[in-house]
Every structure is written in C-alpha cells, then in structure tokens.
C-alpha cells in the first residue's frame, strides 16, 4: 500500500547516519586488533612436549619417593628463563616408576615427603597426600600430577610440557 | 527507548547543551584547511589509543626494550599494526600540527580574540616535538641510541647551560638505563599530562570564541 512512497531523507539525517557509520567502521577497526593483540599471549599454545632426563634409574629408592631436580629453560615472552622442576619419583620393583609433580593441586604451593609420616605435605594450606600422590586430607581437589615416563639406557625420563 | 533514557541522563547532567556547543555551533563557511586541527585531534586519539596498548609489552629499560619491542611486532597478533599506527601516526602527527599552523599564521587566525588560542597552540607544537624526541629513544635500537646521543648533544650547546642540561637530559654523562626511563616516564606520563591540559585549554577556546572566517579583501575606500 505505502511501501511504492519514496522516503525522504534530509541532508542533516544521511550525515548523520554516514558519520555515525564511519565512526563505527574506525571503532572496529581499532578495536578488532586491539583485544587480538591484548588477548594473544594467552591463547598462544604452550611449548611442545619434551622428554626431559632425571637422570639414573639406579637413584631412585625403592619403595620411597625420591626428589630429582632438573634444569629447564622455559621461554615466556621475549625472555628464556631457566627453571626448576622437581620431581618425585617412586618405585615399588624398580621396574615400574611414578612421576609426580612437586605443585600442590589446591593453588600450586610446594609439597614436600615427610618420611617420618610417610605423606606429602603442602605448607600453605595443610594439604596432605599419600605416597602414592592421592589426597589425605585438607583442600586439594584431586590428587598430585604425573608426568608420563620412559627408561633409556638406565636413564629416567618424563614428558614435561 | 533511547531518547526517554536521553532526556534522563539531560535532567540530571545538562548533557544536550555540551552537545550542542560542541557539535551544533554556527560555523562560518570555510573550506578543507580548517579541518587541520580536528586532523591532529583525531591522529593525537591514534597515539594515545595505540600507545597505552603498546605499553602492555613495552619494557623500557636496556635489557629488555629492543627484544620487547621485536616481541611486539613479530610475536604478538596485531602487534605490526598498533606499532605501525603509533610509529607513522607520530610523523602524521607532526606533519598536520605544523600545517595546521600554517593555516592559523596564513588566514591571520591568532588575532584578537583568539591571541591565547595561539599560545596554547605554540606550546602543543613543542609538546608534540617533545613526545617525537622522546619517543624515537624507546626501540632501543642502533638508530634510536644514536639519535637520541646526537640530540641531547645539540641541546648541549647552549652557552653556560648546556652542559647541565644535557646531564639532566640524559641523567648522566652518557645514555644509560636512566636516560630510557626518564625518556619513558616523560613520553608516557608528563606530555600526555601537559597535552590533555593544553589541547583542553585549546578546544575551550576554539568553542568559546568561535572560529575565525576567511579573511576578506576589504571593500576600496571611495
């Protein structure tokens, strides 16, 4: 019925709209790169895995974890750092060895074996695991991380990564 | 929906008569050059949009400024861009700030009464310089360093003074960390401070007094 009738548009109207158009196009223009430059180093994937040698399967006690400690370079940024990781490694057979992470599950403080109890401890919280890395009591949600690990030549690796 | 929230926010803000003397006040008729200034306005948007972002990477201290940068443009998504846009907007910046100028030297636009208008624009000139002098030190690289060394030895030069104000310059007797930080901290807090004060002083003013028409032959006396 009405849509043949032409609608008018004034001279101030079509500025408006094309200023306001424009300004939109230059907003996203800015925009789009600017939260992909802000967000990138977030979403970046993490360095690939590596085998990462503890060194001599003959260190590892039987039947109590035992702490490797090992060098590792880690690039964050535009900076290579070298970091510790510390391992505990346990053997019933010496055949078959367990790796677990040293982070506390809970926010990621340090645990460490209290022989005397026979548990790992984590001093910020009270969290406490057996020796096999499962959860005793206190905070954490699950039990200790394991790295998968290898043997070559009587030398202990992990996949770290 | 939107207007009824509109006239909100005007009942308790007076927010349409800002508006309308920013974007509704009566213009003279004039032509393109007059819009060398809302150039530089919308390229001083450009440095500071792009130059906050840069600072999310930037470290500006010797160890860590040129790798920092090189992370910037090669690593980081987008990085090439913002760096690119803060790197070129700064010679747009100083090429339209002196062209805009011109045109207030040429149409005779800092008389009466827009003489403070004037000032307020010499000093941004500087200002502008100074964020260009200060900037070109921060990539940390053979130009930059060379630059900057070059720079501060011609500000050596001025009779009695001049020694004393290139230590200060360079807090010390040669380019160091100290002199990357104080050209930091000068390049991203204290001319930004000064051009948000000047260019506000400046924008005042343009609204306030109006802006000048074109001049005109005057009619020959009888």
């Given at each position: 019925m009405e849509h043949s009738e032409k609608k008018e548009i004034s001279r101030r109207e079509f500025m408006k709209y094309t200023i306001a158009a424009l300004g939109g196009l230059i907003g996203l223009g800015y925009g789009i790169p600017a939260i992909g430059y802000v967000v990138a180093p977030a979403l970046a994937k993490s360095q690939a895995q590596q085998w990462i040698q503890l060194g001599a399967v003959s260190k590892v006690e039987l039947g109590t974890p035992t702490l490797f400690k090992v060098n590792i370079s880690r690039q964050t940024g535009w900076i290579v750092n070298q970091e510790e990781l510390s391992v505990y490694v346990l053997t019933e057979n010496g055949r078959d060895f367990v790796a677990m992470s040293?982070?506390?599950?809970?926010?990621g403080c340090r645990i460490r074996w209290i022989a005397d109890q026979g548990q790992y401890y984590c001093p910020c919280h009270n969290g406490v695991y057996d020796k096999q890395g499962n959860v005793v009591s206190g905070p954490p949600p699950r039990p200790l991380d394991k790295y998968q690990t290898k043997v070559e030549n009587d030398q202990l690796f992990i996949l770290e990564g | 929906m939107l207007t009824r929230f509109g006239n909100w926010l005007d009942e308790r803000m007076g927010w349409r008569a800002v508006w309308e003397a920013i974007f509704l006040r009566k213009v003279p008729k004039v032509n393109w050059f007059y819009t060398l200034g809302s150039a530089t306005l919308f390229v001083a948007v450009n440095q500071a949009v792009t130059g906050i972002l840069l600072t999310i990477y930037?470290?500006?201290?010797?160890?860590?400024a040129y790798d920092s940068v090189q992370y910037i443009t090669t690593q980081v998504a987008g990085g090439w861009l913002i760096r690119g846009l803060h790197h070129w907007g700064a010679s747009v910046m100083v090429v339209l700030v002196v062209l805009h100028m011109l045109r207030v030297i040429i149409y005779g636009a800092y008389k009466y009464p827009r003489e403070v208008t004037w000032m307020t624009g010499v000093v941004l000139l500087l200002v502008v310089i100074g964020f260009g002098f200060t900037g070109y030190l921060l990539p940390w690289d053979q130009k930059s360093y060379w630059a900057t060394t070059v720079g501060t030895r011609i500000a050596g030069v001025v009779p009695f003074l001049g020694d004393w104000i290139l230590r200060i310059m360079r807090g010390g007797n040669d380019l160091s960390a100290v002199t990357l930080a104080r050209f930091f901290g000068a390049h991203v807090w204290v001319l930004p401070a000064t051009l948000l004060l000047l260019v506000g002083t400046h924008l005042f003013l343009v609204i306030r007094n109006g802006i000048s028409e074109i001049p005109k032959r005057e009619a020959r006396k009888q």
């Amino acid at each position: 019925m009405e849509h043949s009738e032409k609608k008018e548009i004034s001279r101030r109207e079509f500025m408006k709209y094309t200023i306001a158009a424009l300004g939109g196009l230059i907003g996203l223009g800015y925009g789009i790169p600017a939260i992909g430059y802000v967000v990138a180093p977030a979403l970046a994937k993490s360095q690939a895995q590596q085998w990462i040698q503890l060194g001599a399967v003959s260190k590892v006690e039987l039947g109590t974890p035992t702490l490797f400690k090992v060098n590792i370079s880690r690039q964050t940024g535009w900076i290579v750092n070298q970091e510790e990781l510390s391992v505990y490694v346990l053997t019933e057979n010496g055949r078959d060895f367990v790796a677990m992470s040293n982070v506390c599950t809970h926010l990621g403080c340090r645990i460490r074996w209290i022989a005397d109890q026979g548990q790992y401890y984590c001093p910020c919280h009270n969290g406490v695991y057996d020796k096999q890395g499962n959860v005793v009591s206190g905070p954490p949600p699950r039990p200790l991380d394991k790295y998968q690990t290898k043997v070559e030549n009587d030398q202990l690796f992990i996949l770290e990564g | 929906m939107l207007t009824r929230f509109g006239n909100w926010l005007d009942e308790r803000m007076g927010w349409r008569a800002v508006w309308e003397a920013i974007f509704l006040r009566k213009v003279p008729k004039v032509n393109w050059f007059y819009t060398l200034g809302s150039a530089t306005l919308f390229v001083a948007v450009n440095q500071a949009v792009t130059g906050i972002l840069l600072t999310i990477y930037y470290v500006p201290t010797p160890d860590h400024a040129y790798d920092s940068v090189q992370y910037i443009t090669t690593q980081v998504a987008g990085g090439w861009l913002i760096r690119g846009l803060h790197h070129w907007g700064a010679s747009v910046m100083v090429v339209l700030v002196v062209l805009h100028m011109l045109r207030v030297i040429i149409y005779g636009a800092y008389k009466y009464p827009r003489e403070v208008t004037w000032m307020t624009g010499v000093v941004l000139l500087l200002v502008v310089i100074g964020f260009g002098f200060t900037g070109y030190l921060l990539p940390w690289d053979q130009k930059s360093y060379w630059a900057t060394t070059v720079g501060t030895r011609i500000a050596g030069v001025v009779p009695f003074l001049g020694d004393w104000i290139l230590r200060i310059m360079r807090g010390g007797n040669d380019l160091s960390a100290v002199t990357l930080a104080r050209f930091f901290g000068a390049h991203v807090w204290v001319l930004p401070a000064t051009l948000l004060l000047l260019v506000g002083t400046h924008l005042f003013l343009v609204i306030r007094n109006g802006i000048s028409e074109i001049p005109k032959r005057e009619a020959r006396k009888q």
